[in-house]
């Protein structure tokens, strides 16, 4: 995504570059023009952007490819995350909510369970009094009310 971005920032370093010759470097009487900074800032631009984008592919370059298990959390947050918007009418916001941010929880950071388990908690609750109670937006009640 780095190299995608470095690479549209940089063609668009260019394009401000080749616009800034379309004003005057200097004007009649010696002094700066109206594309003096323009053009000034354009190829500072077209240098860093350059810069950075060496960088990002040497980056690249330097990293293995996505291991097995970035997969399998890939995968497994988008399907936790597809099972959430599923059951979210039929076991209700609060509970989805807090089923959906234990389970991804759970997947990134298995390793503190008490710390997950309150923020699980506290999160959908939180969100539940603010939408729900405070600014009367509705949830879904699901079938346990809640």
Not at 77 to 90: K, Q
Not at 94 to 104: K, P, R, S
Not at 106 to 118: A, S
């Amino acid at each position: 995504m780095r190299i995608i971005f470095s690479v549209f920032l940089f063609l668009f370093s260019i394009y401000f570059t080749v616009q800034a010759y379309e004003y005057d470097y200097m004007t009649s009487s010696g002094q700066f023009g109206p594309g003096f900074f323009p053009l000034w800032i354009g190829f500072l631009l077209i240098v860093f952007t350059a810069i950075t984008l060496f960088k990002a592919i040497k980056q690249r370059l330097e990293q293995e490819d996505l291991k097995s298990n970035q997969l399998t959390t890939l995968f497994l947050v988008f399907a936790v995350t597809f099972l959430f918007i599923f059951l979210l009418n039929i076991l209700g916001a609060v509970i989805g909510m807090v089923i959906y941010v234990f389970a991804l929880l759970f997947i990134l950071n298995r390793e503190k369970l008490v710390l997950n388990t309150i923020i699980s908690i506290t999160i959908p609750v939180g969100t539940y009094l603010l939408l729900d109670v405070w600014l009367n937006a509705g949830f879904p009640k699901g079938i346990f009310g809640l």
